[in-house]
């Protein structure tokens, strides 16, 4: 049973190329969060995501930040025109049911970005 | 605004050794509290959590300990060992328009010496 599949573990992009990433949750899992670790801070929560649904996207920058989960395939995290600022890991997880009290993330291994 | 505040930021504690982290947290409505243990390259990992309605919950050799009225909880793990060292995040959560989100710590790298 695979756990939460992210990839590419490591991508390099030049200032001004988009970015996106890609987040395979696990079996059965229609739930998707995605978070941002910041270098010595902790992880920020971006967007929440069911099957073709964002339900909260609060901690989304407002400009060049995207996320879809179509009803077949990945999720998908897209960052458009990058800036250095944007290095970070990004960590997507997923739940089998809607995150109440107590739901327990599965997170995947993670999204390093690097913008030169 | 930081909801969730973590401390040490870093830690370095012998073998059998006690490795203690606090948290302190800002919003009443949070009503859970889990730990998460992450070792590089790897993504978090749900450790231990605790709901207010408890002053302490154990888990083998982590427990929780959670004071409501200051506000505060922490980690405590026992006998530490060197393959406990890893990055432990306080998080809290509450439910809200039928879900929750998790607001996490900065975060603590403890590292356990032989």
Redesign the interface.
């Known amino acids: 049973n695979a756990g939460?599949m992210q990839n590419p573990r490591h991508l390099v992009r030049r200032r001004g190329q988009e970015a996106r990433l890609r987040c395979s949750p696990m079996k059965g899992h229609s739930h998707v969060?995605w978070?941002r670790q910041l270098p010595?801070?902790?992880?920020?929560?971006m967007v929440?995501l069911q099957k073709e649904n964002i339900?909260?996207e609060s901690?989304m920058p407002k400009e060049r930040f995207s996320a879809e989960f179509p009803k077949e395939g990945p999720s998908i995290l897209r960052i458009q025109q990058v800036v250095r600022g944007d290095s970070a890991a990004y960590?997507c997880?997923s739940s089998p049911n809607?995150?109440?009290?107590?739901?327990?993330?599965f997170?995947?291994?993670?999204t390093q970005l690097s913008v030169l | 605004q930081q909801q969730?505040k973590?401390s040490p930021?870093s830690l370095i504690v012998q073998k059998g050794g006690i490795s203690i982290i606090n948290c302190a947290y800002e919003n009443t409505a949070f009503?859970?509290f889990p730990w998460?243990q992450q070792f590089p390259?790897?993504?978090?990992?749900?450790l231990i959590?605790i709901?207010p309605d408890v002053s302490e919950k154990k888990e083998g050799r982590f427990t929780i300990s959670f004071n409501k009225s200051a506000k505060q909880f922490s980690l405590h793990i026992m006998d530490s060992q060197p393959g406990d060292s890893a990055t432990y995040?306080c998080a809290a959560?509450f439910?809200n328009s039928?879900?929750?989100?998790?607001?996490?710590?900065?975060?603590t790298m403890l590292l356990v010496s032989p």
């Open positions: 939460v969060y978070y010595e801070e902790g992880l920020k929560f929440y339900i909260d901690g960590f997880a809607r995150p109440s009290r107590g739901e327990k993330l997170f995947g291994s993670g | 969730v973590q930021q009503d859970y998460y390259g790897k993504g978090p990992a749900l959590a709901r995040f959560s439910l039928g879900y929750s989100t998790l607001t996490f710590g900065k975060g």
